[in-house]
């Protein structure tokens, strides 16, 4: 996740979800306007463990590099409003953190609150961030499914624009243009090795980065109970008599999904011994 300075939003608004206060923020970054939302009071309300959460954020190789802080007003009954600094996702990626708590596997009195969340939580907010006037609500209850639909299109349109606009920027930037073209160039290079790659039957550098990620994340935790130990060696023989390959880089393309739920279910091991 950004180690940056907090972004301080340039309009903050508050959702009634069926009783809870859900904050988002708008927030002026790379020249776009992009909604991000406060995880920690989600948590709060659902019920579920924030450090896990945040711990399953930042191993996460998309959610922890679209992760930032921002500067979140808060404000508590019979006392001054606080700011505080807060780890917000991009409104975008909220439904993808959220259907990553598994709702078969939480207390069964949260449930239907986290499966309320992953369904509507998202179009509530952005809702609330689109013009009032462009917002049409339903009839009544048969046309709550289209209207959800509706309100779904908007939502791609507005997005849609603020890619044009940036688009036009781009277009007007010869620097931008020579940076996108240098940018393809490399990302043809680096498809043309992962095919040769997966035809070879191996491991692209991708999925070989997101095993040693891994097998940090586990020697981090295990260094926390047994310090001088060189957990990392022990991890990945435990790897390889697991996979039957003598490195990580070796893995043939048929045992990463293997290796990699090994270490997931490693990691999910001591964190449920934490908790």
Not at 81 to 86: H, V, W
Request: net charge negative; charged share 30%; proline share 4%.
């Amino acid at each position: 996740m950004s180690k940056n300075k907090a972004l301080v939003p340039v309009e903050q608004k508050s959702v009634d979800f069926y009783g809870d206060e859900v904050t988002a923020v708008l927030i002026e970054k790379d020249e776009r306007r992009q909604v991000f939302v406060p995880v920690r009071p989600i948590c709060d309300y659902l019920g579920i463990d924030w450090s896990a959460q945040y711990r399953r954020i930042d191993r996460d190789p998309v959610l922890s590099e679209v992760t930032i802080p921002c500067v979140v007003v808060t404000a508590t009954q019979g006392q001054p409003d606080q700011r505080r600094e807060m780890q917000c996702l991009p409104l975008d990626y909220l439904n993808g953190w959220l259907f990553g708590v598994n709702a078969n596997r939480v207390k069964e009195e949260i449930r239907d609150n986290l499966i309320r969340y992953q369904r509507e939580c998202y179009r509530v907010l952005a809702d609330a961030f689109l013009p009032p006037d462009l917002i049409v609500r339903p009839v009544d209850a048969d046309d709550h499914a289209l209207m959800q639909l509706h309100n779904m299109a908007l939502v791609i349109a507005a997005t849609t624009r603020e890619m044009l606009e940036v688009r036009h920027l781009a277009l007007s930037n010869k620097t931008r243009l020579d940076a996108a073209r240098e940018y393809l160039q490399d990302m043809s290079k680096r498809l043309k090795d992962v095919e040769q790659r997966v035809r070879a039957g191996s491991l692209t550098d991708e999925q070989a980065r997101e095993i040693q990620h891994r097998v940090n994340l586990i020697a981090r935790e295990l260094t926390k109970h047994q310090p001088g130990e060189k957990h990392h060696m022990g991890i990945y023989e435990a790897l390889r008599q697991e996979t039957g390959a003598t490195s990580y880089k070796s893995i043939p393309m048929k045992g990463y999904n293997t290796a990699m739920a090994f270490l997931d279910n490693w990691l999910e091991a001591i964190e449920q011994a934490e908790d």
